[in-house]
């Protein structure tokens, strides 16, 4: 069973409206939590990463929670654009012992911004 | 220029042939990575390298191998290609703490 569940899988948003996407994780010992967003035919870019002390982290339009005690994490986009239209990420860091700190990867939100 | 690029962007070939995917990085960093994404899944570990002298398996190694040549170049070799090896492929590197930095990825497809 994946440790990161992303929902919803996918979803439609008018152009200029808000939306928010969902992460639950099950990732143990907790290390940090990054959002990408992953562009058709790109790799994925690092938008926001939050440690175990952090609540809530904003990248222009786009604000990540966490809320490590029941173990999930939103990001928010606020009024959307064309270009946001892509799959958001959400990867969730363990502590190991070589201090790397093993990825475990959502499935992905897409999201399909219209005009 | 790209940080990560990655040879070839597309593939298609057939079932028992050997290919080989290339990544080279010029951020100087010293972790690689070789992923493959498929729909519908998160980027599954296929290989790390921490180093030139340091090659590990991650959760999907089987029917895969690699081979760290330099710093900067990591490659991904499928010795006997499988359709279900059909996939995005991605390289990333990374450096201090654990941001990872994508290559553009290359469509494999095998028939």
């Known amino acids: 069973k994946n440790q990161v569940e992303q929902s919803p899988q996918s979803l439609i948003i008018l152009e200029g409206k808000n939306c928010t996407l969902q992460?639950?994780?099950?990732?143990?010992?907790?290390?940090?939590l990054r959002w990408y967003k992953q562009d058709t035919g790109r790799g994925p870019v690092s938008l926001t990463i939050?440690?175990?002390?952090?609540n809530t982290k904003s990248n222009g339009r786009y604000t990540a929670t966490l809320d490590a005690d029941t173990k999930q994490s939103s990001l928010h986009i606020t009024a959307s654009q064309l270009s946001d239209s892509a799959s958001y990420i959400c990867?969730?860091?363990?502590?190991?012992?070589?201090?790397?700190?093993?990825?475990?990867f959502g499935a992905g939100t897409q999201v399909v911004v219209t005009p | 220029d790209a940080d990560v690029t990655q040879t070839p962007r597309n593939r298609i070939t057939k079932t028992g042939k050997r290919i080989m995917l290339e990544c080279s990085q010029t951020?100087?960093?010293?972790?690689m990575y070789w992923y493959r994404q498929d729909p519908g899944l998160g980027l599954r570990l296929i290989y790390y390298?921490?180093?030139?002298?340091?090659?590990n398996k991650g959760e999907i190694s089987d029917g895969y191998s690699v081979s760290r040549q330099a710093q900067a170049k990591f490659s991904l070799s499928l010795e006997s290609a499988i359709p279900n090896q059909t996939a995005l492929y991605f390289c990333?590197?990374?450096?201090?703490?654990?941001?990872?930095?994508f290559g553009p990825g290359t469509r494999l497809t095998v028939l």
């Open positions: 390298s921490f180093d030139v002298k340091d090659i």
């Open positions: 992460c639950n994780y099950t990732v143990s010992p907790f290390s940090n």
């Open positions: 951020k100087g960093h010293d972790r």
């Open positions: 939050m440690t175990f002390s952090e």
């Open positions: 990867v969730v860091s363990a502590v190991t012992t070589d201090s790397w700190g093993k990825l475990q």
């Open positions: 990333a590197t990374s450096g201090f703490g654990n941001e990872q930095f």
